[in-house]
């Protein structure tokens, strides 16, 4: 069985074709800038008979897109013609999973589309502008390309669903989580629950205590037990918690209200401060871990501040996410940033003797594929870096979904 996974924003699609009950990565691709004459398709096979780690066939395309439907035809196009094509038909895929960022209450647990769920995710277009629609437009053009599929929806929120309401209120007036839905709902949970599975696995602990901390272009941690997140630090919106590329994390509200009522900024302006302005990119001056480990590397005050203060606030959360669990069994770093920067693991890890933290400096500098265990000989809590795969995760939704139909 092939599925199709789709993660489709704004002015991109990402996907990955899996053969199923292998899963199997068979290709896997990023359209981006749909709606310019200049957009782009970077286009990967994999070969299965290659041993790990040889890199993926790859074309790359310029063409102009005008939007959604005609940049999934040509991914269609790009999976059926040769070179590069891994299916004849668009009627081989089973099934299409597709990423969605807001389930809001309703969506606990992944689901097959139907008008019913498409009207839900499209009553959450309020939560999420930025993201949801997005999502939507990619159901409905994945919807007339693969007439055949099932189409499924995994929600980026339901995995916190869990959260017990202790932690996912609001001190606000009640009416407004009755009536508007104002509350906690934490985001990245197919990535969180991705590696706590894993992890659980490998420390052959099923109700083993764990940390996740995603840390990529966005970032966030999740506290979890036996498989369910109990609380996370982003919130109503993806903008809580912790220091992320461009968006800001924790701040308190009064420094928002300032900003409107002192400072003359309209609601968008904040939205674009908080958004698209503030977290590293505020700070030191870029986005990307990597040149901020450069500029930290000369000496630069900005990147030194910025550095500290994003492993801070991780660190900060450790501490609190210890008492949510009472105890800890270990600390699980994945994504962009975690798997990949051990400047930043080794000052989380710094100074965390009273929470039993202690990494084996010389393999946290070590690179290898899968799971690692950094974890020194004195460290009572186990430090491990997880590969995320957001993809694969929805891939393994959608077939747990359809074989339990
Ligand atoms: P993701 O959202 O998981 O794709 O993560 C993207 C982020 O990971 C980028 O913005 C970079 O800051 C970071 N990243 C990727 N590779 C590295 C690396 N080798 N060292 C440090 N950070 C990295």
Same mark, same amino acid.
Not at 109 to 114: D, E, R, V
Not at 269 to 289: E, H, P, R
Not at 300 to 329: K, M, P, S, V
């Given at each position: 069985?092939?599925?199709?996974?789709?993660?489709?924003?704004?002015?991109?699609?990402?996907?990955?074709?899996?053969?199923?009950?292998?899963?199997?990565?068979?290709?896997?691709?990023?359209?981006?800038?749909?709606?310019?004459? #200049?957009?782009?398709?970077?286009?990967?096979?994999?070969?299965?008979?290659?041993?790990?780690?040889?890199?993926?066939?790859?074309?790359?395309?310029?063409?102009?897109?005008?939007?959604?439907?005609?940049?999934?035809?040509?991914?269609?196009?790009?999976?059926?013609?040769?070179?590069?094509?891994?299916?004849?038909?668009?009627?081989?895929?089973?099934?299409?999973?597709?990423?969605?960022?807001?389930?809001?209450?309703?969506?606990?647990?992944?689901?097959?589309?139907?008008?019913?769920?498409?009207?839900?995710?499209?009553?959450?277009?309020?939560?999420?502008?930025?993201?949801?629609?997005?999502?939507?437009?990619?159901?409905?053009?994945?919807?007339?390309?693969?007439?055949?599929?099932?189409?499924?929806?995994?929600?980026?929120?339901?995995?916190?669903?869990?959260?017990?309401?202790?932690?996912?209120?609001?001190?606000?007036?009640?009416?407004?989580?009755?009536?508007? @839905?104002?509350?906690?709902?934490?985001?990245?949970?197919?990535?969180? #629950?991705?590696?706590?599975?894993?992890?659980?696995?490998?420390?052959?602990?099923?109700?083993?205590?764990?940390?996740?901390?995603? +840390?990529?272009?966005?970032?966030?941690?999740?506290?979890?037990?036996?498989?369910?997140?109990?609380?996370?630090?982003?919130?109503?919106?993806?903008?809580?918690?912790?220091?992320?590329?461009? @968006?800001?994390?924790?701040?308190?509200?009064?420094?928002?209200?300032?900003?409107?009522?002192?400072?003359?900024?309209?609601?968008?302006?904040?939205?674009?401060?908080?958004?698209?302005?503030?977290?590293?990119?505020?700070?030191?001056?870029?986005?990307?871990?990597?040149?901020?480990? #450069?500029?930290?590397?000369?000496?630069?005050?900005?990147?030194?501040?910025?550095?500290?203060?994003?492993?801070?606030?991780?660190?900060?959360?450790?501490?609190?996410?210890?008492?949510?669990?009472?105890? +800890?069994?270990?600390?699980?770093?994945?994504?962009?940033?975690?798997?990949?920067?051990?400047?930043?693991?080794?000052?989380?890890?710094?100074?965390?003797?009273?929470?039993?933290?202690?990494?084996?400096?010389?393999?946290?500098?070590?690179?290898?594929?899968?799971?690692?265990?950094?974890?020194?000989?004195?460290?009572?809590?186990?430090?491990?870096?997880?590969?995320?795969?957001?993809?694969?995760?929805?891939?393994?939704?959608?077939?747990?979904? +359809?074989?339990?139909?």
């Amino acid at each position: 069985m092939n599925i199709f996974v789709v993660n489709s924003g704004s002015s991109s699609i990402k996907y990955q074709l899996f053969r199923w009950p292998a899963e199997q990565p068979v290709c896997s691709g990023l359209v981006e800038r749909i709606g310019s004459e #200049q957009a782009t398709i970077r286009h990967k096979v994999f070969d299965p008979q290659a041993p790990e780690g040889n890199p993926p066939t790859e074309q790359f395309h310029t063409l102009p897109l005008p939007d959604h439907e005609v940049g999934l035809r040509e991914v269609v196009r790009l999976l059926t013609e040769q070179p590069g094509g891994v299916i004849q038909d668009p009627g081989e895929i089973a099934v299409v999973g597709h990423r969605v960022v807001h389930g809001g209450e309703v969506f606990a647990a992944t689901a097959l589309i139907t008008e019913e769920v498409k009207a839900e995710i499209k009553r959450l277009f309020v939560l999420v502008p930025l993201h949801n629609p997005a999502n939507y437009l990619g159901i409905e053009v994945a919807e007339r390309l693969f007439i055949h599929a099932q189409q499924v929806a995994v929600f980026d929120t339901a995995f916190h669903q869990t959260m017990p309401e202790y932690a996912y209120r609001y001190a606000l007036p009640t009416a407004l989580y009755e009536e508007q @839905r104002l509350r906690k709902y934490g985001f990245h949970g197919t990535s969180h #629950q991705f590696v706590a599975a894993q992890a659980a696995t490998y420390l052959s602990q099923p109700d083993a205590r764990l940390i996740t901390i995603h +840390l990529g272009n966005g970032c966030s941690m999740a506290a979890v037990r036996g498989g369910r997140s109990l609380d996370t630090t982003m919130g109503f919106g993806p903008l809580g918690g912790l220091v992320m590329g461009t @968006r800001s994390g924790d701040i308190d509200p009064s420094v928002l209200l300032h900003l409107q009522g002192q400072l003359g900024y309209s609601a968008e302006q904040v939205s674009t401060l908080l958004n698209k302005q503030s977290g590293m990119l505020g700070l030191a001056g870029s986005n990307d871990m990597r040149d901020i480990g #450069q500029a930290l590397a000369v000496g630069d005050a900005r990147a030194t501040l910025a550095y500290d203060l994003y492993c801070y606030r991780i660190r900060q959360y450790i501490g609190a996410y210890t008492a949510t669990l009472n105890g +800890l069994d270990a600390i699980v770093f994945t994504a962009g940033v975690g798997e990949n920067d051990a400047m930043v693991r080794a000052r989380v890890c710094q100074d965390m003797e009273f929470f039993g933290l202690q990494l084996d400096e010389v393999k946290n500098q070590e690179r290898a594929p899968g799971l690692r265990d950094l974890s020194g000989p004195d460290s009572k809590v186990r430090i491990l870096v997880i590969p995320t795969s957001e993809e694969l995760e929805i891939a393994r939704q959608c077939a747990q979904l +359809l074989a339990n139909e």
